[in-house]
């Protein structure tokens, strides 16, 4: 057995360790690594943004998978009006930034929806 | 059903080891596997049996709902014009049980034994529980209007309000109305079920008479209130868009330089709003007569849709969670029931401090419970709450959108809105209204999608 | 094969009609009938967009919100959506123009907010960000430079084996576009890139004149396509 083969097994077998195997759809193993209050604050979005960030609509952004720094600032320039915006303006003027940090980070973690056509 | 294989068997165990208290319960199902029961598989019900399995995947879920599939409530005032139909608002919960694996027993609940912690069922099923979701919407009471109070009236005379046939109803009195015809519209008192919604219905029946090509025809809102969930920017749109002439009482939301802006109309406008202040209350209908009368006096109409005062769903009220009020009392941050231990209230049928009742704050609030009961099996304290709510409108042209959003948090016990500007400013520019109009119609498929899929 | 045999296959390719591609490849039959585009390269259209005005551009712009997505000076905000600054301006006003008449239908907010505008608004608009540098290297979204290496070979010197012609040999060396309206792609947001390559190839977008990237895309691999949004993310003036 050589170096590549016993890595891909080891990660292989610590996928098995990690997830349980009942769990039918990845979604719900990507929630247990975060932290309580940032899935509070994050599951705010999901009713535009889909659950856990994966919408498949384009109208709205897709939050998973976006990096923190971005998310951060998309919701810094909503709240102080100098990104225009028809809803997202009031609504992240209405968080604290511990609560954004909390959301950038628990999106940042979940992978992208991947589009059917880009599977 | 889920089968355990070795790791999940360690999981219980630890999760098991953490929440002893909890085993203490009786349980129908494996000793250490914990079991929630939801009464409703509306929005909250169904966002619930989701969220609850993909936060916590060792618990079992089994959602009790008498129709095999969902008629979405949200949106469907555009089944009674003609936007969409019956297909667009009806919801499969397949992927509720094949893909987040949701238990679903398609019966009617009778009773709760809240010591033995067991439902029971129309067709005789026991179902026990370690904790229980009631989510069962709302019901309506007619009892406070005159002439309402019988079958026949409330067949001739129906609300819609609750998606189902009573759309396909209206629909059809709707075409009926002769040209230039009157239809009035009574939307219900505070606190109900979709704040913008009577007004975003009246829009959208002033808006098809137009578009039949009726040039004299007339909405009337007879009001039991002084305002509505997005007033301000609803009667600014009715303005431009409907010759709608502002209440005299109601200039003082505004600031004087926006009240000039409105535009005079000479005549009536295509809709009208009677506001409490001005007589809008309903005292009494004539059911053959066609005619409603208000404290401002009768009005004859052609066609009549009167939304009543609303309770929480009637297995609430059966089951005792609700207080004198018709609604259920709930601890705001957990919302378990203050009548009940262990039976968790949400969505409509809640008294969530300053929420609304809307979808969107179903499906928050069914996150928030679904989170709390994670911690509490766990033998873990209870997180501090945020919530959200959105509720989307159009002023009845379908390119003109607008919205309420707010964040709610726990104060002295009670869920208070975020104090921040709630809708698009009085300023907004036409691209606003025309990008509310486009989210509001990809809305219904995010929305309905982090619920049902 | 060398360069010129190259550009000779794809000039063949660029012959067969929108109608053996669509039925070939599973493409919408009624859409098949229909012209990819309605905008036609008349003097009279190349003279309105010479004379957009880049001031009033940007005055619609701001009116028309587009910096919500497409950032203040034509800087995309977010990954998802494209960048606009330096774009060339005749493909700025034959996207407006595609939208607005359901040619392009990839995304139906741009078509709701293209309808109220008129010939001279797109040119003014065309005018507006085609006044900015092209974008540089999008901040925020991890660009990967092993990715994008792979992409140069395709990118420089094509692939002659499935008849595809070098990016660069319509899209310029430095990705800056080219005459009339062969789009800019330097700075590109790569999740943009990768949507768009997409939906040339399953042939959800259809406004490319005689097929030309539906042909390219639908012989690119997703892993392709990937890279050279990497390359073009990563690719600076």
């Avoid at chain 1, 050589?2 to 195997?21: D, Y």
């Avoid at chain 2, 005292?283 to 004859?300: H, I, L, Q, R």
């Avoid at chain 2, 104090?419 to 209204?433: E, I, K, M």
């Avoid at chain 3, 060398?2 to 599973?26: D, K, P």
């Amino acid at each position: 057995m050589n170096k590549t083969i016993t890595g891909a097994l080891a990660v292989a077998l610590g996928f098995v360790v990690m997830v349980p195997a009942a769990i039918a759809n990845p979604e719900q193993t990507a929630n247990g690594a975060q932290s309580p209050a940032a899935v509070m604050a994050a599951q705010t979005c999901g009713g535009c943004h889909g659950t856990m960030g994966q919408v498949k609509d384009n109208a709205f952004m897709p939050l998973a998978g976006m990096p923190t720094s971005q998310f951060v600032l998309a919701m810094k320039s909503f709240a102080n009006g100098s990104r225009p915006s028809t809803l997202m303006g009031p609504l992240a003027a209405s968080f604290s930034d511990a609560e954004i940090q909390a959301m950038a980070e628990y999106f940042a973690a979940i992978p992208k929806f991947q589009h059917e056509a880009n599977k | 059903m889920s089968t355990m294989n070795r790791r999940n068997f360690l999981k219980f165990t630890t999760a098991a080891a953490a929440a002893t208290p909890f085993l203490a319960g009786k349980s129908a199902f494996a000793a250490d596997e914990k079991h929630i029961v939801v009464i409703g598989g509306g929005v909250g019900g169904a966002t619930f049996a989701k969220y609850m399995r993909l936060y916590a995947p060792e618990v079992k879920v089994t959602v009790i709902e008498r129709k095999k599939e969902y008629q979405r409530p949200y949106g469907s005032s555009e089944i009674i014009v003609g936007n969409v139909d019956m297909n667009d608002i009806t919801i499969s919960y397949d992927a509720l049980q094949k893909k987040h694996g949701v238990n679903f027993v398609f019966d009617t609940v009778t009773g709760v034994d809240f010591d033995k912690r067991e439902v029971s069922t129309e067709n005789g099923t026991k179902i026990t529980y370690d904790r229980l979701v009631v989510a069962p919407g709302i019901s309506f009471d007619y009892s406070g209007i005159a002439g309402m109070d019988t079958e026949a009236a409330q067949q001739a005379i129906v609300h819609g309000w609750d998606a189902g046939d009573q759309l396909l109803t209206l629909q059809k009195q709707l075409e009926a109305v002769p040209v230039d015809g009157t239809v009035v519209v009574v939307p219900p008192p505070n606190p109900y079920r979709c704040p913008p919604g009577p007004y975003e219905r009246a829009g959208l029946i002033t808006q098809w008479l137009i578009n039949r090509g009726d040039k004299n025809a007339k909405v009337i809102i007879l009001d039991p209130k002084n305002g509505f969930t997005t007033d301000v920017t609803m009667l600014q749109a009715w303005n431009r868009l409907y010759g709608f002439n502002l209440p005299k009482a109601f200039e003082k939301n505004y600031k004087p330089e926006q009240v000039a802006t409105f535009t005079k109309h000479e005549t009536p406008g295509k809709i009208q709003w009677v506001m409490a202040e001005e007589g809008g209350r309903v005292v009494k209908v004539d059911v053959a007569a066609k005619t409603v009368e208000a404290e401002a006096g009768v009005f004859k109409a052609d066609m009549i849709n009167i939304i009543p005062p609303l309770k929480a769903g009637k297995i609430a009220l059966d089951l005792g969670l609700a207080d004198k009020s018709g609604w259920c009392p709930v601890d705001q941050k957990t919302f378990e029931s203050t009548l009940h231990p262990l039976v968790h209230v949400i969505g409509d049928a809640c008294i969530a401090g300053e929420m609304p009742k809307s979808g969107y704050s179903a499906n928050s609030q069914a996150k928030v419970v679904a989170l709390q009961i994670k911690a509490l099996l766990a033998g873990q304290p209870t997180i501090e709450p945020v919530l959200q709510n959105t509720c989307y409108a159009l002023a009845g042209q379908s390119d003109y959108g607008m919205f309420v959003a707010d964040v709610f948090r726990l104060k002295d016990g009670k869920l208070k809105r975020a104090d921040q500007p709630r809708y698009l400013p009085f300023n907004a520019s036409t691209a606003q209204y025309r990008l509310s109009a486009v989210y509001l119609h990809a809305w219904m498929d995010s929305f309905t999608q982090d619920i049902f899929s | 094969m060398n360069r010129s045999i190259t550009l000779v296959g794809v000039a063949a390719l660029i012959a067969m009609s929108t109608n053996s591609f669509a039925n070939e490849h599973g493409a919408s039959k009624a859409r098949a009938d229909a012209p990819s585009t309605e905008v036609a390269w008349t003097p009279e259209t190349l003279a309105l967009i010479r004379s957009g005005n880049a001031q009033k551009g940007g005055q619609l712009a701001h009116e028309q919100m587009c910096a919500s997505c497409h950032g203040h000076a034509g800087i995309a905000q977010s990954s998802n959506w494209p960048s606009l600054a330096g774009q060339r301006a005749e493909y700025t006003y034959k996207m407006l123009q595609d939208y607005k008449n359901g040619s392009r239908n990839t995304y139906p907010l741009m078509t709701v907010l293209a309808q109220p505008m008129s010939d001279q608004d797109m040119a003014d608009i065309a005018a507006f960000y085609a006044s900015f540098k092209l974008p540089p290297v999008p901040v925020g979204t991890p660009i990967d430079k092993a990715l994008a290496d792979k992409a140069e070979l395709l990118v420089m010197k094509g692939d002659g084996n499935r008849l595809l012609a070098p990016c660069m040999s319509c899209h310029g060396y430095k990705g800056e576009g080219n005459v009339i309206d062969v789009p800019a792609m330097a700075g590109q947001t790569p999740e943009y890139f990768i949507r768009t390559m997409q939906d040339y190839k399953t042939g959800k977008r259809s406004n490319d004149v005689y097929s030309r990237m539906r042909l390219m895309a639908h012989v690119l691999s997703d892993q392709e396509i990937i890279e050279l949004a990497n390359y073009y993310a990563n690719l600076t003036q």
